[in-house]
């Protein structure tokens, strides 16, 4: 069982930045791929990024590419993600993710059926 703890979200004005961190309980964190998913106000979760389990290969969404950026820290079970010149449509609750089998991943990073464990969301709000 892993547990995620997301942390970081808050209110931002556009063109800023934030970075959320996500805490895993667990000993066996770097053996997970890792994505980060958002799910706006009446909207699907959708991808964001992810990350493999030695940060060999990381992937950004299209509409966050160039402003995105994924990593984590295995010696601290942690992965985070750096967004930035943030924009009002980057508001949404915020969700890390965790892959427990890893074997599928590099063909299905983006989706959220590719992964078992949800944390519990942070939310990040972005005014104009």
């Known amino acids: 069982q892993v547990q995620l703890v997301e942390s970081g979200g808050g209110l931002v004005q556009a063109g800023g930045s934030l970075r959320l961190s996500c805490a895993a309980s667990?000993?066996?964190?770097?053996?997970?791929?890792m994505g980060w998913f958002r799910q706006a106000s009446g909207k699907e979760r959708e991808f964001v990024a992810a990350?493999?389990?030695?940060?060999?290969?990381?992937y950004c969404a299209d509409s966050v590419k160039g402003r995105c950026t994924i990593s984590r820290d295995n010696a601290k079970n942690t992965v985070y993600l750096q967004m930035n010149s943030l924009k009002p449509e980057d508001t949404a609750v915020y969700y890390c993710?965790?892959?427990?089998?890893?074997?599928?991943?590099?063909?299905?990073?983006?989706?959220?059926?590719?992964?078992?464990?949800w944390g519990q969301g942070t939310q990040v709000t972005v005014s104009s």
């Open positions: 993710a965790a892959d427990s089998s890893g074997i599928y991943y590099s063909r299905n990073y983006y989706k959220t059926t590719n992964y078992n464990y």
């Open positions: 667990g000993r066996t964190f770097s053996t997970y791929p």
């Open positions: 990350i493999s389990t030695s940060s060999s290969s990381t």
